[in-house]
């Protein structure tokens, strides 16, 4: 399965419109949206796919956002998610907490921890971890997610044209 991880979006509807275009292409079955939301209006961008949503520092209107998520029909696990997803466990969350990123990480309870919160794209191994960033979808150049085949935890960044 094709696992689509975004972060960032801060409300742009743009660029939203465009990833969730590029997840369509690659056959995503499920999206993470790693916080900074910005607006409920970039939620039901993504009905057509179950996704799960974590705060981040900028979603200051967490209620509002929560239900939003909600009525989307879609999953908001606050300000930290997980999901094991056939045996592969992932946690995800926004990183400005960077206290319970770094005991995320070290934890050696993850097979993959997605975050945001620097707009920049990287993945590396930490420990048993892969550890991810798909980049923003808004204020960053260029923007970017990720796309991650389970099992494999094989990652490919995707830069937006």
């Known amino acids: 399965m094709n696992l689509g991880i975004v972060s960032d ?10 990833a969730v275009s590029v997840l369509e292409e690659h056959d995503v079955g499920l999206v993470i949206h790693c916080g900074d ?11 057509g796919k179950p996704t799960h949503f ?3 520092n ?21 300000r930290f998610g997980s999901l094991d997803i056939d045996g592969t466990k992932i946690a995800f969350l926004h990183s400005d907490d960077s206290r319970l990123f770094q005991e995320t990480i070290s934890s050696g309870e993850w ?13 590396h191994r930490e420990g048993n971890a892969l ?6 979808l808004y204020r960053a150049n260029p923007h ?5 085949e389970l099992p494999s935890l094989q990652v490919e960044h995707v830069t937006l044209s």
Do not use: M
Not at 9 to 18: A, K, R, S
Not at 37 to 46: H, Y
């Open 58 to 78: 900028v979603d200051h209107s967490a209620e509002q956002i929560r239900l939003a998520i909600e009525e989307a029909g879609q999953t908001c696990h606050g």
């Open 131 to 136: 550890v991810l960033n798909p980049g923003a």
């Open 37 to 47: 939301i910005g607006s409920i209006n970039v939620i039901a961008l993504f009905t």
């Open 9 to 18: 979006t801060h409300g742009h509807i743009g660029n939203t419109i465009q």
């Open 111 to 123: 097979d993959l921890v997605c975050y945001g919160h620097t707009h920049e794209a990287e993945s």
């Open 144 to 148: 970017s997610l990720a796309i991650v």
């Open 54 to 56: 974590v705060f981040g």
